[in-house]
Nanobody, 123 residues
């Protein structure tokens, strides 16, 4: 099965930026839609952004204009550029993939997941 590994999380001040990466291995990658989710303590896993196999994108309202998802199929990697970070963005961020080319916005729509990377935004 596909394996996903996230990296790039860390501690940043409000207004700062981080770039998350998700490296995939094990199967063909380019025809899979990919997504980013996040989960804060005591809260449900929340959809953040997704990208189709061909590069179409979708964002949760809470991150529109601040986050950008992209993919480099030659490197089997998906990115999430996060700008103008807010304390409410603090969460563990998970990369996910699905065995389909179209976007899904619920966790149940994805077939495999990374281990997560912590993002902490200080006030």
């Amino acid at each position: 099965q596909v394996q996903l590994v996230e990296s790039g999380g860390g501690l940043v001040q409000a207004g700062g930026s981080l770039r998350l990466s998700c490296a995939a291995s094990g199967r063909t990658f380019s025809n899979h839609a990919m997504g980013w989710f996040r989960q804060a303590p005591g809260k449900e896993r929340e959809f953040v952004s997704a990208i189709t196999w061909s590069g179409g994108t979708y964002y949760a309202d809470s991150v529109k204009g601040r986050f950008t998802i992209s993919r480099d199929n030659d490197k089997n990697t998906v990115y999430l550029q996060m700008n103008s970070l807010k304390p409410e963005d603090t969460a563990v961020y998970y990369c996910a993939g699905r065995n389909w080319g179209a976007i899904a916005t619920t966790a149940g729509g994805y077939d495999y997941w990374g281990q997560g990377t912590q993002v902490t935004v200080s006030s």
